[in-house]
């Protein structure tokens, strides 16, 4: 051996330990006293409430009334008092116990249980219920229920707008718990959820919502904001979850963006359960521990969380790789951008990470999972007072422009919104599938349902096949949930979903 | 797996001694499949070398309605890949429906171990692609599901795998119009962005416990 190349070598060793030595010391921490204010916090949904707000409301608004009113008691049906209903009418449910699926397909209706000395009315799906409350009329309120053991839903929007959900307690509902799909305008506040394979509360193709001062626990994901704009998550009690927050972009579902996204004061605490997802559906890949994660969601503003506990990450931003390389879609971008992180309170996170994160730790000569990682690498991010985390991969973010979202008190809009229907190019087919079939079906990737796609393969030119098998479906698949039967729909509307699906190209 | 299911056929087969269907299939099709020894091996095995599938994993059921495919013209006719179109023939040396059965019973009571492995590919994104897009037919563990039409894939040879992959993707099968499982397949078979897919998705399918 040549011992002037082993000297060479060590020098070049002992260059390269200095060398790290130095890029790894931390910068000094600077110390800073802002002068002058900072900017007003201004995003589009901000303006967009601001223009129609001229006097301070707050969630103010109610569902329309006409004085009707129509009282269910125990061994009575709620779905014949809907039956009998008229738009305006207030259903007032006792205490008891209904074993049924109530379906409102009617607008301004408001579904609304009698609490006795802390006796409910328990909507109760003895484990071979799917649903408990659909709507898809607008302004629908549903409050005070009870609901528990049901497959499917507990609470689920199917396109209506302003609706008001709250003051539940839901136990151990299946797959999602309150789920407005395709919804504009609404508020999900003051709900207790525990025991959902999927989303407590999912926020699915949905603007303007508010979800505010929920208790969510014992679920895969906690809250989770998919495909929607101009959500507020605030004050939430979010804990022994999988997941705590989520706000992500899906593949193929047709609404392509995520963005505008406020989640702030909330409660993220020891997100360390077990995943107990369907294996191989989207959020069966989420790492336990995860106190939040970004996926792909655009302008998320983080503020004033206290975020702790969470075994494996505080918070996650990153692109679609962390749940499919295989499923694409060209219309969404993979990535999150303009991440916003103002002061949130961490403590103790990544004190034992997932398998997976501590895979992804090790390639960074890591062992505890810090309190903000970003997979990405964005350059576009901002942060304040960054020297009091423990980060990954914000090397590239700048200083916030503001310092707080405190005048944006409410992401919904004081007025109701005209009818999704309503819409130009919305027909009935569209709507059905946006607001229904996109609950479980994405084009290009696997939900709780097969793909489009895979539907589209099997029933080719056949949408009377799709209809009849969506009224009356039969479990086929051992690894999928059997699909719940969509009769409530009226034939021509399941027919018009049909032919949208099979002429669906993304 | 596959053993144990072998010895639950038998132990059927013992049982169920009063149901002649089954065994007597089994005993008649012994002697149809002479024909298929020369290409398929004794215990239809495969053989590589002259582009001949194993054939003792699938579900009767499946190799029936192959059988008939390549007897009625629907599979390896015009347009078919070579190997396809020297199997319609043989196919249809099978004179009537219960030959079929008869051949397809006792292809499946036959046994043998897995091809070794000849395809490299990604098996983290071929099994990506799998849960994607293929695994809601073929199930989870590519066992098969008979309600959809969907054959096993576990313990098929890869290098088989990759060809009929293919073969659908160009149009060699699943495009005639009376074949309505092969175009669902060819359907999904399109979906797949490129041969290096096709490659990782055989790739994880081979790895797939047996």
């Given at each position: 051996?040549?011992?002037?190349?082993?000297?060479?070598?060590?020098?070049?060793?002992?260059?390269?330990?200095?060398?790290?030595?130095?890029?790894?010391?931390?910068?000094?921490?600077?110390?800073?006293?802002?002068?002058?204010?900072?900017?007003?916090?201004?995003?589009?949904?901000?303006?967009?409430?601001?223009?129609?707000?001229?006097?301070?409301?707050?969630?103010?608004?109610?569902?329309?009334?006409?004085?009707?009113?129509?009282?269910?008691?125990?061994?009575?049906?709620?779905?014949?008092?809907?039956?009998?209903?008229?738009?305006?009418?207030?259903?007032?449910?006792?205490?008891?116990?209904?074993?049924?699926?109530?379906?409102?397909?009617?607008?301004?209706?408001?579904?609304?249980?009698?609490?006795?000395?802390?006796?409910?009315?328990?909507?109760?799906?003895?484990?071979?219920?799917?649903?408990?409350?659909?709507?898809?009329?607008?302004?629908?309120?549903?409050?005070?229920?009870?609901?528990?053991?049901?497959?499917?839903?507990?609470?689920?929007?199917?396109?209506?707008?302003?609706?008001?959900?709250?003051?539940?307690?839901?136990?151990?509902?299946?797959?999602?718990?309150?789920?407005?799909?395709?919804?504009?305008?609404?508020?999900?506040?003051?709900?207790?959820?525990?025991?959902?394979?999927?989303?407590?509360?999912?926020?699915?193709?949905?603007?303007?919502?508010?979800?505010?001062?929920?208790?969510?626990?014992?679920?895969?994901?906690?809250?989770?904001?998919?495909?929607?704009?101009?959500?507020?998550?605030?004050?939430?009690?979010?804990?022994?979850?999988?997941?705590?927050?989520?706000?992500?972009?899906?593949?193929?579902?047709?609404?392509?963006?995520?963005?505008?996204?406020?989640?702030?004061?909330?409660?993220?605490?020891?997100?360390?359960?077990?995943?107990?997802?369907?294996?191989?559906?989207?959020?069966?890949?989420?790492?336990?521990?995860?106190?939040?994660?970004?996926?792909?969601?655009?302008?998320?503003?983080?503020?004033?969380?206290?975020?702790?506990?969470?075994?494996?990450?505080?918070?996650?931003?990153?692109?679609?790789?962390?749940?499919?390389?295989?499923?694409?879609?060209?219309?969404?971008?993979?990535?999150?951008?303009?991440?916003?992180?103002?002061?949130?309170?961490?403590?103790?996170?990544?004190?034992?990470?997932?398998?997976?994160?501590?895979?992804?730790?090790?390639?960074?000569?890591?062992?505890?999972?810090?309190?903000?990682?970003?997979?990405?690498?964005?350059?576009?991010?901002?942060?304040?007072?960054?020297?009091?985390?423990?980060?990954?991969?914000?090397?590239?973010?700048?200083?916030?422009?503001?310092?707080?979202?405190?005048?944006?008190?409410?992401?919904?809009?004081?007025?109701?919104?005209?009818?999704?229907?309503?819409?130009?190019?919305?027909?009935?087919?569209?709507?059905?599938?946006?607001?229904?079939?996109?609950?479980?079906?994405?084009?290009?990737?696997?939900?709780?349902?097969?793909?489009?796609?895979?539907?589209?393969a099997l029933y080719m030119?056949n949408?009377?096949g799709?209809?009849?098998?969506?009224?009356?479906?039969v479990?086929k698949r051992d690894?999928?949930?059997?699909?719940?039967?969509?009769?409530?729909?009226?034939?021509?509307?399941?027919?018009?979903?049909?032919?949208?699906?099979?002429?669906?190209?993304? | 797996m596959k053993n144990c299911m072998k010895t639950a056929l038998v132990l059927a087969g013992l049982v169920t001694a009063a149901l002649p269907g089954f065994a007597q299939e089994v005993e008649a099709g012994k002697g149809l499949f002479t024909t298929c020894v020369a290409c398929h091996g004794e215990n239809a095995e495969g053989n590589k070398a002259l582009n001949a599938p194993r054939l003792n994993h699938l579900e009767p059921v499946y190799i029936a309605a192959q059988l008939d495919k390549f007897r009625g013209g629907i599979r390896g006719g015009d347009g078919a890949s070579a190997s396809a179109r020297q199997m319609a023939p043989m196919a249809a040396v099978l004179a009537d429906e219960q030959a079929v059965q008869d051949v397809a019973a006792y292809i499946a009571s036959l046994d043998s171990e897995p091809s070794?492995?000849?395809?490299?590919?990604?098996?983290?994104?071929?099994?990506?692609?799998?849960?994607?897009?293929c695994?809601?037919c073929h199930g989870?563990a590519a066992q098969g599901n008979l309600s959809l039409n969907s054959p096993r894939l576990a313990g098929g040879d890869d290098w088989y795998l990759e060809a009929q992959l293919l073969a659908f993707r160009a149009g060699q099968r699943g495009a005639d119009p009376r074949d309505t499982t092969g175009r669902q397949m060819r359907a999904m078979a399109?979906?797949?962005?490129?041969?290096?897919?096709?490659?990782?998705?055989v790739?994880?399918l081979h790895?797939l416990?047996q």
């Open positions: 051996m040549n011992k002037i190349a082993v000297l060479a070598g060590a020098v070049v060793l002992l260059a390269g330990g200095y060398y790290l030595g130095t890029a790894n010391r931390p910068e000094p921490t600077v110390i800073k006293v802002p002068s002058t204010p900072k900017a007003e916090f201004v995003s589009e949904g901000s303006s967009e409430v601001a223009a129609v707000s001229s006097t301070v409301s707050v969630r103010a608004w109610e569902t329309p009334t006409s004085g009707e009113l129509i009282v269910v008691k125990d061994g009575e049906s709620i779905q014949e008092a809907v039956a009998a209903a008229q738009p305006g009418a207030v259903i007032k449910v006792m205490p008891g116990t209904y074993k049924e699926t109530v379906y409102i397909d009617k607008d301004n209706i408001t579904l609304s249980g009698v609490i006795e000395e802390g006796r409910y009315p328990v909507l109760e799906g003895e484990g071979v219920r799917n649903d408990a409350v659909l709507y898809s009329g607008n302004g629908v309120t549903v409050e005070n229920l009870y609901i528990t053991r049901y497959k499917g839903n507990a609470i689920m929007g199917q396109a209506g707008n302003n609706y008001i959900i709250r003051n539940n307690i839901i136990v151990d509902t299946g797959v999602y718990g309150i789920f407005p799909q395709l919804g504009k305008n609404g508020i999900v506040a003051h709900n207790i959820i525990s025991g959902i394979e999927d989303a407590a509360i999912y926020v699915g193709m949905s603007d303007n919502v508010d979800v505010v001062y929920n208790q969510v626990f014992d679920s895969v994901a906690g809250i989770e904001i998919e495909n929607s704009r101009a959500a507020l998550v605030e004050g939430n009690y979010v804990y022994d979850n999988t997941g705590g927050i989520l706000a992500f972009i899906t593949p193929g579902l047709p609404i392509k963006t995520c963005g505008d996204v406020i989640i702030r004061n909330n409660f993220v605490v020891n997100n360390n359960h077990e995943n107990f997802a369907i294996p191989g559906s989207l959020v069966s890949n989420i790492p336990p521990g995860t106190g939040m994660l970004i996926m792909a969601c655009d302008d998320v503003v983080l503020e004033q969380n206290i975020i702790t506990g969470n075994d494996s990450v505080g918070v996650l931003f990153t692109d679609f790789s962390l749940v499919t390389n295989a499923a694409r879609d060209p219309d969404a971008d993979p990535y999150p951008n303009r991440p916003k992180i103002l002061n949130n309170i961490m403590q103790d996170n990544g004190n034992n990470p997932a398998p997976m994160v501590r895979a992804f730790l090790a390639t960074q000569l890591e062992t505890q999972g810090p309190d903000f990682v970003d997979t990405v690498g964005m350059d576009d991010g901002c942060i304040s007072h960054p020297e009091r985390f423990r980060t990954l991969g914000l090397d590239k973010y700048g200083e916030c422009e503001f310092s707080s979202t405190s005048n944006v008190l409410s992401y919904t809009l004081p007025e109701p919104v005209p009818p999704r229907k309503d819409e130009p190019n919305m027909d009935k087919g569209k709507l059905a599938y946006y607001g229904v079939c996109a609950g479980c079906h994405a084009y290009s990737s696997r939900m709780i349902g097969p793909p489009t796609q895979i539907i589209q030119d949408p009377e799709i209809a009849a098998y969506a009224a009356n479906p479990k690894d999928y949930p059997q699909m719940p039967p969509q009769a409530h729909l009226d034939e021509e509307t399941r027919l018009a979903a049909a032919r949208f699906m099979l002429d669906l190209k993304k | 070794a492995a000849t395809i490299e590919g990604d098996t983290v994104m071929g099994a990506d692609y799998y849960n994607q897009f695994g809601a989870a399109v979906i797949l962005p490129d041969e290096q897919a096709v490659k990782d998705v790739a994880f790895g416990e």
